[in-house]
C-alpha cells in the first residue's frame, strides 16, 4: 500500500501510527489486533493489520475490518471480456436446461 493508496480510501497518512520493520511486522501484526484498533474507515473493530509505506511518513498501520478490506483491496489480472461471460452463461444455462434473459446496461 502507498501514499496513493492511502489518499484514494480518504486516509490522512499523517494520522497512522508509525509500524515497524519487515522482519517482526507479523508479530506485531498479531499485537495490533489484539489491542483492538477501530477500521479506519468505518469505525468497526480492524481485523487486518496492513502497513503503507509512506515517503514522508516511512511505515504506517492501516487497521481495517475485514469488509472494508474486501471492499477496498485492488482486484488484479486481467478482466474477461464481457461478451466472454455472456457466452459462459448461455452455456451454463443450456448445461442446467434452464431459461436465460441476460439483460445489459450497455449498447
Ligand atoms: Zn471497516
Redesign the pocket.
Known amino acids: 500500500m502507498t501514499d496513493a493508496d492511502l489518499r484514494s480510501l480518504g486516509i490522512e497518512p499523517a494520522a497512522l501510527d508509525p509500524a515497524p520493520p519487515w522482519t517482526p511486522r507479523w508479530e506485531a501484526a498479531i499485537e495490533r489486533l489484539r489491542a483492538r484498533h477501530p477500521?479506519l474507515?468505518?469505525g468497526?473493530r480492524s481485523s487486518a493489520a496492513g502497513v503503507a509505506e509512506v515517503a514522508e511518513h516511512g511505515r504506517l498501520w492501516v487497521d481495517?475490518?475485514m469488509?472494508?478490506l474486501v471492499a477496498t483491496t485492488p482486484r488484479g489480472g486481467p478482466q474477461a471480456p464481457v461478451e466472454d461471460t455472456v457466452t459462459a452463461l448461455h452455456e451454463s444455462a443450456r448445461e442446467a436446461g434452464v431459461a436465460l434473459t441476460i439483460v445489459t446496461d450497455g449498447e
Open positions: 477500521c474507515l468505518c468497526q481495517r475490518c469488509p472494508c
